[in-house]
Structures are given as C-alpha cells and as structure tokens.
C-alpha cells in the first residue's frame, strides 16, 4: 500500500517565537563563518574539518560545532562526517560570487552593530540613537575619524546588497532623456557604472565623502572615461548644473531636517527642468519584515527612517519640489522623481 509524503509541520506560536528569537545566534554564527572565509576554501569541493580548521587557525573541534549548526539551517552541508560542502546558501558568502552576501555577513556581526542594537529599549524610550550614546559621535564620524576600516567594510557591504537590484532601477527609467547625471552619495558607484552601461551617453559625476571617493577609485577604473568622481559634503553644497540629481538610500539616514538641507542644495543646483531621483523603500501597510526591521536599525543606529510616500511628498514640498512619478523597479525600490514646484 502506498505511503502517503509526510506534510511540513506546522510550527506551533511558541517555536515560531523561539526560532525567531534564535535569530541573534544564527546571525553572529554567519558573521563569525564569512569573517573566517569558510565559504572561499571549500569553492573547490568538499574539505576535512581538520583540514579546515588549519586553514583557519582554529580550534578544530569548536569550528565543527560551527559549522555542524549552521549546516542545520542548510549553510553548509554535512556530506561525511566531519567533511562540509557549500549549499546555494553558502556560496553567496564566497567573496566573488555573483551577490555575494559576505560582506554583508562580516559588517552586520560588527561590534559597533552589535552594541547599537543594545541600545533599542534605551532608542524606544528616548527617540535618539543609540549609537551616538554610546560612542559619543554619529556613525560617519566613526567611520572617518575612529574606523576607517569599518567604513570601507559597511561600503562595499552595502554595494554587494546593491548589486542585486542596479540592473532593475537602471531597466526602469528612460535615462535617455537626461545628458548630465549626478549621483550624491553614490558610494562606490555600482548603480552609477550600471547605468552608464546601459546609457553610455550620459555624462555622469560621482559625489560622496572623501575617504569614499578615494575607496571608489579603485572599482571604477574599468568605467567610461566620462565619468567624474568628485568629493565633498552634501550639507554644504552639490555640484552644480546636473539634469539629474540620483540619491539612492541618502534620505533613510538623516532626519527630516537633514533631508530638507539635501534636497534644497539639489534643488538650488540643478538646472530649472532637471529632476531629483530618489531611490527608497516606500513603507506601506504591506512592506515586509526586512523593511520595517530596517526602519527600525535607523532607531538605534541613526537618526533617520523609512518613509511612507506621504513623508516624501511633505519632504519634497517643503524643500520646493513635486513629486512627479512614482516607479517601482522590480526590486525593494521605488524611483521618487521630483521636479521644481511652479
């Protein structure tokens, strides 16, 4: 008689909570594999724990237990006892696979992360992050003055993540009409190389902190000789005469003071028909855990937030803009084009 497949059990309330709550175990045991590269020396097969732990210069038996957790949640594959393999999950903390997520792994187990988040009763209560209690400045300052290394770290994390959506917000705006575009903020410039790649016609300039640009340097040799990197400080002023002003995830970090200073330098430079560009989440009553999770870091990290189209329509009326389209791209972005309000 044939045997009916077993159904996926159900999770009761209580094992969904503590499987949430295992959350914080799950994330510094990634951080702590990507930070080793365990992902990079098993790219060419199967390897002995033994064989792994001398690589690695650990303890052989602690990093069994390691990574026997992490193959419990399908990061890593058992394949023999005591032999681990890559699975989907853990190839894309390989540091050159096509999105890779390892930096990301190293900078979200960071201990200026993890002391943050600490702080979130403190952040719920007070409405100030917690961060800069803690270490008596705001995170750029860290970054600049304090770890430059962490810095570079949270860049290129945050190019790897973006590297998953440039393509969709490139196929999804006719950057044909535009001649001069202008990315303020634009880190390591991945979005901005992606859509010269596609519109070779622009001439494009790359705006960020100094330390940045420099960083930048080194990814965009490869990239058109049209294309300018120039630093300063988006508080004080832009560069000017741009059709275009691109700010891909600047907002979610400042408050809205802050944003208004932005938005009315971009605006006080641009041309009379150019059009500001903001790339965001737009918070919803259907945005998911991973938006609102990171709403929620800005508490404890920054001063800023995730928004609802309703909070950048109010931003961009009061630095003296409309809203004139609202694209979604195919990814967790949408593309917020303003424009002068007559």
């Known amino acids: 008689m044939a045997q009916s497949l077993p159904r996926e059990r159900v999770l009761s309330p209580a094992e969904q909570l503590l499987q949430w709550l295992n959350g914080m175990r799950i994330a510094r045991a990634l951080h702590v594999a990507a930070t080793l590269g365990i992902a990079d020396l098993l790219s060419a097969g199967p390897q002995s724990l033994t064989k792994l732990a001398e690589q690695t210069q650990t303890h052989e038996d602690s990093l069994y237990r390691l990574l026997r957790a992490l193959s419990t949640i399908g990061v890593f594959e058992e394949t023999e006892p005591r032999f681990f393999a890559l699975t989907p999950l853990s190839a894309l903390l390989q540091t050159d696979e096509p999105g890779s997520l390892r930096n990301m792994a190293r900078m979200?187990?960071?201990?200026?992360?993890?002391?943050s988040w600490e702080g979130l009763l403190e952040s719920v209560r007070s409405g100030?992050?917690?961060?800069?209690?803690?270490?008596q400045m705001d995170l750029w300052e860290y970054f600049s003055s304090v770890a430059p290394e962490e810095g570079q770290l949270f860049d290129a994390a945050l190019s790897d993540a973006y590297n998953t959506s440039n393509t969709a917000i490139a196929e999804s705006y006719d950057f044909y009409q535009i001649d001069r575009l202008i990315d303020i903020g634009g880190g390591q410039g991945s979005l901005l190389s992606t859509i010269l790649t596609r519109f070779p016609h622009l001439d494009a300039l790359l705006f960020d902190r100094p330390a940045v640009i420099e960083h930048a340097r080194l990814h965009l040799a490869h990239?058109?000789?049209?294309?300018?990197?120039?630093?300063?400080?988006?508080?004080?002023?832009?560069?000017g005469e741009g059709d275009a002003y691109l700010l891909r995830q600047i907002l979610h970090d400042w408050p809205d003071e802050a944003c208004l200073t932005i938005l009315h330098n971009c605006r006080?430079?641009?041309?009379?028909?150019?059009?500001?560009?903001?790339?965001?989440?737009i918070l919803d009553s259907h945005?998911?855990?991973?938006d609102t999770f990171l709403d929620l870091q800005h508490l404890v990290l920054l001063e800023g937030r995730e928004r609802t189209l309703l909070e950048f329509e109010a931003l961009y009326h009061q630095a003296g803009l409309?809203?004139?389209?609202?694209?979604?791209?195919?990814?967790?972005f949408h593309i917020i084009e303003g424009k002068i309000l007559q």
């Not at 979200?108 to 002391?115: R, Y």
């Not at 990239?223 to 560069?239: E, K, R, T, Y």
């Not at 945005?287 to 991973?290: L, P, R």
């Not at 409309?322 to 967790?332: L, Q």
Request: charged content about 15%; proline content about 6%.
């Open 268 to 281: 006080q430079a641009m041309r009379p028909d150019g059009r500001i560009l903001v790339i965001e989440r």
């Open 108 to 115: 979200f187990g960071s201990d200026w992360q993890w002391h």
């Open 287 to 290: 945005s998911s855990a991973a």
């Open 322 to 332: 409309r809203i004139t389209n609202t694209i979604y791209t195919h990814s967790p």
């Open 223 to 239: 990239v058109s000789s049209s294309l300018q990197l120039v630093a300063g400080d988006f508080f004080a002023a832009v560069p």
């Open 128 to 135: 100030q992050p917690y961060f800069q209690q803690a270490y």
